[in-house]
C-alpha cells in the first residue's frame, strides 16, 4: 500500500511506516508542493500525510480513488475538506494533545515579548543605541497580577492558562463551552467575548479557525479592547481581520501584538513589517524537537491503524 508524504517529516514517523512494508512516498524538495504535485503523488495512493500549508480540497481528494486516510501533520485542519472527505468514506486524523504544551509555551514567550518589548529591545542594542540605563527607556507592561482573557480555552488555551497562574494573573476566558474543570484548576472566570475584550490587559487566541471564527477580532472588537491591550496570536491567522490590528496598532489603540500565524501565509503585509510594536514568528506554535516526533509518530500510527483495518485513535 502507498503512503504519500508532501514533505519530510521527522524519522519516527516513516520508521513506524517502514515496519509495516508500506510504500513510502516523500515530496522530494524542501518547499511547499504545488496542488499539481499533491495531485500527481496521492494519484494511486491508499494515504496521504498532508501538512496544514496543503489545500485538501474535493479536487484532489478526487484525484486519489485509492483513498483511505488523510493524516494531518497537525492539531489544526481548516485546510482539509473534511466534510467532501468524510463523504467519500476517507478518515482524517490530526495530531491533539502532543503539540499542547509547546504551542502554550510559545503563546506565552509571545505574551512575555510583546508585553516587556523583548524584540524591540534586542533591535536596539544591535543598532548600537544603547548609551546606558535610562528611566524611560523602553517601557512596557507589567505580566505579573494582569488580567488575561483566553479566547478559545481548549486544550492549549487551558495551557496557557496553567502557565498563567505563576504570573499570579486574573484569567478570564472565552468559549462556545464552559469549560468547569479549568475553573476549579486556575480560579477562570468564564465571560462573553465583548466583556473579556474590555476587561483584559492581554488577549491570547486558541479558537480553530471556523466559518464561526474568521475575523473573529475585527474593527468592532478591537474598539471594545481596553486602551493599551496587548493581542497574542498562535492559532490562525484568519482569525485575526489584519487591516483593523494594523489601524489598532498604528493608532495607539493598543499596545502591541504578537502573531506566530498570518491571514495569508507565508506572505506578509508590508505594514506589519514596518511597525515596530509587533513581534512575528513563522508559525513555530509546535516547533520543538520533541514535540514534532511526537507528531510524525502519532500521525503515522494512526495512518498505519487505518490501513491495517483498524479504528484510528484521533479521527477528526
Ligand atoms: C499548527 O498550527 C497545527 O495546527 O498543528
Ligand atoms: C487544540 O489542541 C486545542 O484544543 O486547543
Known amino acids: 500500500m502507498k503512503v504519500f508524504i508532501t514533505r519530510k517529516i521527522p524519522e519516527d514517523g516513516i520508521r513506524i511506516l517502514e515496519k509495516e512494508g508500506f510504500d513510502i512516498e516523500i515530496f522530494p524538495e524542501d518547499r511547499i508542493p504545488e496542488k499539481e504535485e499533491i495531485i500527481r503523488g496521492v494519484k494511486d495512493a491508499d494515504a496521504l500525510i498532508?501538512?496544514?500549508?496543503?489545500?485538501?480540497?474535493?479536487?484532489?481528494?478526487?484525484?486519489?480513488?485509492?483513498?483511505?486516510?488523510?493524516?494531518?501533520?497537525?492539531?489544526?485542519?481548516?485546510?482539509?475538506?473534511?466534510?467532501?472527505?468524510?463523504?467519500k468514506g476517507i478518515i482524517v486524523v490530526n495530531t491533539p494533545g502532543v503539540l499542547t504544551d509547546a504551542t502554550a509555551d510559545l503563546a506565552f514567550a509571545l505574551i512575555l515579548?510583546?508585553?516587556?518589548?523583548?524584540?524591540?529591545?534586542?533591535?536596539?542594542?544591535r543598532e548600537g543605541k544603547f548609551k546606558g540605563w535610562a528611566p524611560l527607556l523602553l517601557l512596557g507592561k507589567d505580566v505579573w497580577g494582569a488580567t488575561l482573557g483566553i479566547v478559545g480555552a481548549g486544550r492549549i488555551g487551558q495551557a496557557v492558562g496553567h502557565r498563567a497562574k505563576g504570573f499570579n494573573m486574573k484569567i478570564i476566558y472565552y468559549d462556545k463551552f464552559r469549560r468547569e474543570n479549568f475553573e476549579k484548576e486556575t480560579g477562570a472566570e468564564f465571560v462573553p467575548l465583548e466583556k473579556l475584550l474590555s476587561q483584559a490587559d492581554i488577549i491570547t487566541i486558541h479558537v480553530p479557525l471556523t466559518q464561526e471564527t474568521y475575523h473573529l477580532i475585527g474593527k468592532r472588537e478591537f474598539a471594545l479592547m481596553k486602551d493599551g491591550a496587548i493581542l497574542v496570536n498562535t492559532s490562525r491567522g484568519e482569525v485575526i481581520d489584519e487591516e483593523a490590528l494594523i489601524s489598532a496598532l498604528k493608532n495607539g489603540k493598543i499596545f502591541s501584538a504578537a502573531l506566530d500565524?498570518?491571514?495569508?501565509?507565508?506572505?506578509?503585509?508590508?505594514?506589519?513589517?514596518?511597525?515596530?510594536?509587533?513581534?512575528?514568528?513563522?508559525?513555530?506554535?509546535?516547533?520543538?524537537?520533541?514535540?514534532?516526533?511526537?507528531?510524525?509518530?502519532?500521525?503515522?500510527?494512526?495512518?498505519?491503524r487505518v490501513l491495517r483495518g483498524e479504528e484510528p485513535i484521533n479521527k477528526v
Not at 52 to 77: C, F, H, Q, W
Not at 287 to 303: G, I, L, S, W
Open 113 to 125: 515579548a510583546a508585553t516587556r518589548r523583548v524584540v524591540e529591545g534586542d533591535k536596539f542594542v
Open 261 to 304: 500565524v498570518f491571514e495569508n501565509e507565508p506572505d506578509i503585509r508590508k505594514e506589519l513589517l514596518d511597525l515596530p510594536n509587533i513581534v512575528l514568528t513563522p508559525h513555530i506554535g509546535s516547533a520543538t524537537e520533541r514535540t514534532r516526533r511526537k507528531m510524525a509518530e502519532m500521525v503515522c500510527n494512526d495512518v498505519a
Open 50 to 87: 498532508s501538512l496544514l500549508t496543503d489545500r485538501i480540497d474535493r479536487e484532489v481528494i478526487d484525484s486519489a480513488p485509492k483513498l483511505k486516510v488523510i493524516g494531518n501533520y497537525a492539531v489544526g485542519y481548516n485546510n482539509i475538506d473534511v466534510d467532501y472527505a468524510k463523504k
